[in-house]
């Protein structure tokens, strides 16, 4: 079995930064890739940013310039660096892995993490 934690979020105001953490473990043969999603109220999961094991980034437009993702292949680890915070940035964030285990490829997600932009 495979398992992801978050920590990281919090509240903070416009123009603050956080940095969010995800670690996957558990029987991990491969990652393919890990990433990040978004869920604010009344609205869709969305794709915030991800990486590949070949450390390709892709990242929403939203986000562009202000948010960067990287990873710790050693620890099984991806974190999101959040700043320029707006309150538009406000959601629950999710963190997603694509992983290989012994009983083949899956994708999993992590428990959430609330990130509140508020003045």
């Known amino acids: 079995q495979v398992q992801l934690v978050e920590s990281g979020g919090g509240l903070v105001q416009p123009g603050g930064s956080l940095r969010l953490s995800c670690a996957a473990s558990g029987s991990i043969l491969s990652i393919y890739g890990m990433g990040w999603y978004r869920q604010a109220p009344g609205k869709k999961r969305e794709l915030v940013a991800s990486?590949?094991?070949?450390?390709?980034?892709n990242y929403v437009d939203s986000v562009k310039g202000r948010f960067t993702i990287s990873g710790d292949n050693a620890k099984n680890t991806v974190y999101l660096q959040l700043n320029s915070l707006k309150p538009e940035d406000t959601a629950v964030y999710y963190c997603n892995a694509d992983i290989r285990g012994p009983l083949g490829r899956y994708n999993y997600w992590g428990q959430g993490t609330q990130v509140t932009v508020s003045s």
């Open positions: 990486v590949t094991a070949g450390s390709s980034t």
